[in-house]
């Protein structure tokens, strides 16, 4: 440790040049400041009892990391939000026909397991499920999603007054209530089949990581598609004064009852089922034979909530910087958990705490950041990103001002990198991945990243293409963490970073996510948890001291192009297969084709797909192209009038926002970004450019034309900003 | 009836000229015959008592098949062979460790399937088990095929001295101990999961048609891949004196005990295994975590045998040809079965003796077949095919001669048209298929079969190729019913034919295969096995009755033609794909994608695949097709002098001989054919061209060149035989 000392005094001598041994030497004082045992030890303490928003312990947890963060030498302070939280007063599920039935909906204790008994609990329930006490036919709709519905109509099932049991998987949660809803069920059960999560995976908890038989996925089915953060102030901060809507005026909150429960409890359920057998698709790993019902099998479902506003605290803490205080590198982790949360979110937070020690301990040492660093711990991430959209509601002006860059974590876990968010940062993450250590091989991240991408490959091709890459792509980012707000509503750059991979396990969102759990499957000897501090913080300290910001739009341009070849193929495949489906039914085969004995209905022809014009798209990417690669020329030339950095860092992080529109996507104007989004029926799965993407997806083509359009005037917006850019560099 | 035996006198009095629309209105007079409900009444009538071999209910029903052909006016006798039939003495299965369990081993009789509780009925077993007496840990290995050890290797486990467990499937089940033995386990059981064959597939019996936890599919485990027939006696008939081997001499008998067992008993042995987690495509149905062991589970397996030579009833019906006796039209079906058999094997000999009926009918109004027709009930194909092998290798000489060809059948079901066989016979089945009519949709079977393939192709192009096809193609046979000896030992041209797809269920070799199962899953009114009979029926007399024989080798030819483009294309895919597979290696890339908490064995680097010369091979296809086309125009051309057709359609059902090869393949001479043979390491499936395409497979390079030339002469052969035939002609 001394010896870093002094070589970090050394170098702080001429941080002032920023080469790139000074900030080397920086990050190795930094690394060593980080502590795997110590990361443990506050995973431990922050997961001792259950702190979900408006709990007693979340409020604790606020105030721990609060006093955590002033004792590091930040300056810290609590940002309350007043928001609106639905806790469980009554939860029946019950079977009434064909026998008699009463769900369980309990996790029990294990002596493995310290706090799996702790008193506070928060019981197991879908946050924003509608109260109501419903009783009706049950049908088995297997994941939930709309291709399932098409399922349904081709065996002549209708849900429509049914009560509906979905399994998770496939889609974020929220996905599954709100299609049965548009379908007219009055009630969605959604349940953990041990195919995806239990023993077929693995022995179960507590012998294994697995989900065993008790095991609930608690979690929020708020529509958050259209809008997340608080129901009640869409495009708002929460403030105490802040006007509010009606309850039943949110349009993200959903109309039914809804409740996750185990597979112990659905497996009664569904073993009584009549009804045709589902189809192979539809089969879990419960030994009987699936049915999808309706007919004998009835179910009430009765559901009542403490609807109530109650305080979200982000704990927000800032180290200023020197040459740019109104330059802010924003970072950030939810802190509210369902239950003790080691996993979500403590591992990321504890990582992120280690990170702020490291800080601070460079800080002491008399390190000083150019730019101002904000380090952020959100309340209430669980029910619906609300601490995170509320702050940027709340700051929205400012951060579009200020905020040069959102890094995100969240859950992390023994494994592999991954790291999503915007590409114009896509090269400064690469670096970094070849920088950070493997703590079990020994190689970079990024290698190691890159020989599971080669081993686990589909095909010789890929595998070959994989060998052949020389750089580390990162993902786009769709929704379910707290960067949402940040990236699709107010356009700041943003990453999401986190290891996994190899911590497979059912504990997600359970009573069991916690210490005891984590310690043995999650991420043992916590030495992930300390590479995340080393890639994030790398990531921080590198756009803190940067003289120049490293934003390179050379490969946002080279995605988006990807992705509107991809749209592109994408259509004409539809047009062709749409071809030769109608062809396929004129040719009367479905009827030949299918068995008496099980009547189908027949599929009928659908609307031939038209020639879409992509031109004004491809236009403007001709002019991203050379406008991106102009700035990165120049970039590259260096000599930079220190007269000018302040207006072209400015310049560079505030591009991403040219690519928002005014209006927002169809039908959910909150969302504002053209490249990035949540799919509108995946939740947590990104479509990107989604306006354009989920046109054609849903056959809307006078849609897919106008959003053609909107699409390609933000990306000559961006292409005109670039070039401007360039300019302030002269 | 009466309109059509009018019409049929009217035509026989011009049979003579064979034309076209007289062969049509026999077919017609043909079908007024067949009637459904008397197959029906036959199926039940020969399942009312287990039938096995060497059971006096298998010489009853000999008895009343030869009864019924001469009450049909056929010459019919029992040609008897001495065989050898191993019958359980002793079947005992229990776990040793970590508990107790002893396997129950017993299908329970049901009220709903009357003869499920028969007295005669045969236990669950495999036949051809050796007799043994062990205990050893036990090791689950998924489906027991050489690709599942490699699985095994990579995970550190090993066999040896072990009892393994495999599941049924994905291969003929005489693979599973031959694997197991070459890797040196001491035992094997076979068990039925339920993921294949159960409750994931459907409602079980007797509710549904699936298989319930009780059953048990039987069934030989003889290395028929080296040859079937009775084991003794090899390439000759097991006639009284022939000459015997000792039975430690068959090689075609392994040397370890075999048992095949229920899921119900299967359970508590796989439930309670230790070690590794099986992978996820090695996992079943059952309700618990798979695991491969070994470990803490052991087990002892006991069996002993009877192993008597008992007599084999073969029933050969015959109706001597008037113009060419010495052509033999042969068509056959087995009788034994492994308890009622109403699917296996009665469903087609229903059907046989529905045409033979039939044909007696058009006999005694008049009708005389040119050729004659030999009709076989085959006793013994359950076993080993040994019934129709010792018959063929008792006569080879004689069918070399006269054999015009082979038609096989066996179970029969509802559902589509599945015809195998000789290519050079394929545009015969083509003109059939789209004169039959399916009974369900009264479109002919061909536009139904090419319905399903239409709308159950993987791709849009396969959708739009097969919509695009005018003609019917015909799969190559492997093994598993009693074509065989006349196809792939004695090269007499051969078909398959039956239907099905639409009989899903589970009572393959089980006590439940019965008249009640079969009535309510497998053919619901018999219509299928009408439709057998017609199809079958039409094949037999267009080739009793034709001038010249409907023969085609241009399909031949583009068959063989496509298979040599296939195997290219894999050696070449191989050479890239080995080449990328060391690449991966030599990248360390295994090593660094590895969880290091989950040891396995990095895979070592594969030797180059070679460029192999097929040129010999395309030569002699460039031959083969001129040699066919000059042939198929000289035939179309017509005008053949009578004088040459007894020896021109001679050298037409010869033609296939020239494919034999002296030596037989690789390693198992009684295989003689260069285009047909069942896989050495599939059983039932077929590889065709068998001796290239197994020595690529296996990477035997040498072998693979070997048996390129040995295939290209068997090519020159023929197209040598197609070019004399032409000449005939003139």
Redesign the interface.
């Known amino acids: 440790m001394k010896k870093h000392l002094l070589s970090l005094s050394a170098f702080l001598i001429v941080l002032g040049t920023a080469s790139a041994q000074n900030q080397q030497q920086l990050e190795k004082t930094f690394d060593s400041h980080l502590s795997s045992e110590n990361i443990g030890k506050t995973i431990k303490e922050l997961t001792l009892r259950p702190h979900y928003l408006g709990s007693p312990g979340s409020k604790e947890v606020a105030e721990n990391l609060l006093a955590k963060f002033k004792s590091y030498g930040w300056d810290a302070e609590i940002a309350t939000y007043q928001v609106l939280f639905p806790s469980p007063k009554v939860r029946i599920l019950e079977m009434t026909a064909p026998t008699k039935y009463k769900a369980v909906l309990k996790e029990p204790a294990y002596k493995e397991d310290a706090t799996s008994g702790h008193p506070d609990q928060l019981p197991s329930y879908n946050a924003w499920s509608a109260d109501g006490d419903v009783s009706a036919e049950l049908v088995f709709v297997n994941f939930g999603l709309p291709e399932d519905y098409l399922t349904l109509e081709k065996l002549g099932i209708d849900v429509k007054g049914k009560i509906v049991i979905a399994r998770y998987g496939r889609s974020w949660r929220g996905i599954k209530p709100k299609v049965a809803q548009e379908h007219g069920a009055i009630g969605c059960i959604i349940y953990s089949d041990?195919k995806e999560d239990g023993?077929?995976?693995?022995?179960?908890y507590p012998k294994?990581s697995?989900k065993n038989e008790f095991g609930v996925q608690r979690g929020s089915i708020m529509d958050m598609v259209i809008y997340p953060g608080d129901p009640l102030t869409p495009f708002i901060g929460a403030t105490p004064n802040a006007k509010r809507l009606a309850r039943e005026d949110a349009e993200n909150l959903l109309k039914i009852p809804v409740l996750p429960i185990s597979y112990h409890d659905a497996q009664p359920l569904l073993e009584s089922l009549g009804g045709p057998?589902a189809p192979e698709d539809w089969?879990g790993?419960?030994?009987?034979?699936y049915h999808i019902g309706p007919g004998k099998t009835s179910v009430r479902l009765k559901l009542e909530f403490d609807w109530k506003i109650v305080p979200a605290y982000n704990v927000i803490a800032k180290i200023k910087g020197t040459d740019y205080p109104d330059q802010w590198i924003v970072r950030g982790n939810h802190h509210d958990a369902w239950n003790p949360g080691a996993n979500d979110p403590i591992s990321g937070i504890a990582s992120m705490m280690e990170e702020a020690k490291s800080i601070g301990e460079l800080v002491k040492n008399g390190y000083k950041p150019k730019r101002t660093l904000v380090y952020c711990a959100w309340d209430a991430e669980e029910p619906g990103l609300i601490g995170s959209t509320e702050w940027v509601e709340d700051h929205v002006a400012e951060l579009k001002q200020k905020a040069v860059v959102y890094i995100n974590s969240d859950g992390n876990g023994?494994?592999f990198l991954s790291a999503g968010g915007s590409h114009g940062l896509e090269s400064m993450v690469d670096g970094i991945a070849k920088d950070v250590i493997d703590p079990?091989?020994n190689?970079s991240i990024y290698?190691?990243l890159?020989?599971?991408e080669?081993?686990?490959a589909g095909s010789?091709k890929a595998?070959?293409d994989n060998?052949a890459k020389k750089s580390m792509s990162i993902s786009a980012l769709g929704s379910g963490s707290d960067y949402s707000a940040f990236l699709q509503h107010a356009g700041v750059p943003s990453l999401n970073i986190g290891f996994g991979g190899?911590n497979a396990g059912g504990e997600y969102h359970t009573a069991y996510d916690s210490y005891d759990y984590y310690s043995r499957f999650g991420d043992p000897g916590f030495n992930y948890g300390r590479a995340l501090s080393q890639t994030i913080g790398r990531a921080v300290l590198r756009m803190a001291n940067a003289d120049t910001l490293p934003f390179e739009f050379k490969n946002l341009h080279k995605t988006i192009s990807s992705y509107v070849t991809e749209m592109i193929s994408m259509t004409d495949q539809m047009r062709?297969?749409t071809a030769?489906y109608n062809?396929?039914i004129s040719?009367?085969?479905?009827?030949?084709?299918a068995?008496?004995?099980k009547p189908e209905k027949l599929p009928i022809p659908k609307a031939e797909v038209p020639y879409i014009d992509f031109s004004v798209l491809q236009n403007s990417l001709v002019k991203l192209e050379s406008s991106a690669l102009a700035l990165s020329e120049r970039i590259a030339k260096g000599n930079i009038p220190g007269t000018s950095l302040k207006a072209l860092n400015e310049a560079l992080y505030q591009a991403e926002q040219s690519l928002l529109t005014k209006d927002g996507l169809p039908r959910r104007p909150w969302y504002k970004h053209t490249i990035y989004a949540p799919g509108f029926y995946t939740g947590y799965g990104v479509k990107t450019m989604p306006g354009v993407r989920e046109a054609i997806e849903q056959r809307d083509w006078k849609e897919a034309q106008d959003q053609i359009r909107i699409s390609a005037d933000a990306i000559n917006r961006l292409a005109e900003h670039l070039n401007n850019t360039t300019k302030l560099a002269q």
């Open positions: 041990p023993y077929y995976q693995g022995d179960v294994g697995f057998v089969r790993a419960l030994p009987f034979t023994r494994g079990q091989t190689v290698d190691r890159k020989a599971r080669i081993v686990s010789d595998r070959k060998m190899e062709e297969s030769v062809q396929v040719g009367n085969n479905h009827q030949l084709a068995d008496p004995a």
